[in-house]
């Protein structure tokens, strides 16, 4: 069983801001590979990004390309998504998953473990 909480939410405008957290405890956060996705009200629920067990890969959405950056510390077993240039449509819950394939994946089904989420919104 793996426990992730995210923080780093919060209300910025247009063009500001935010860097999200996602503490992990339980089983061995290295062998993971982390994603985040975000749920908008009345949307499903879609990836953002994701980084492989070791940091050696990333992905991310075309939607966030360029302005998210997704990174791990595993010493701290803890990952972060940095969130630039934000846009209104960027509002949403934030969800932080554990992959337990290790690898980078853009599908929910692939992931195990869930935080509670964290919002985000941004106002224009």
């Known amino acids: 069983q793996v426990q992730l909480v995210e923080s780093g939410g919060g209300l910025v405008q247009t063009g500001g801001s935010l860097r999200l957290s996602c503490a992990a405890s339980?089983?061995?956060?290295?062998?993971?590979?982390m994603g985040w996705f975000r749920q908008a009200p009345g949307k499903e629920r879609e990836f953002v990004a994701a980084?492989?067990?070791?940091?050696?890969?990333?992905y991310y959405a075309d939607s966030v390309k360029g302005r998210f950056t997704i990174s791990r510390d595993n010493a701290k077993n803890t990952v972060y998504l940095q969130m630039n240039s934000l846009k209104p449509e960027d509002t949403a819950v934030y969800y932080c998953?554990?992959?337990?394939?290790?690898?980078?994946?853009?599908?929910?089904?692939?992931?195990?473990?869930w935080g509670q989420g964290t919002q985000v919104t941004v106002s224009s």
């Open positions: 980084i492989s067990w070791n940091g050696g890969s990333t």
């Open positions: 339980g089983r061995p956060f290295s062998t993971y590979g």
């Open positions: 998953a554990v992959n337990p394939l290790g690898r980078v994946g853009v599908v929910v089904k692939e992931y195990a473990y």
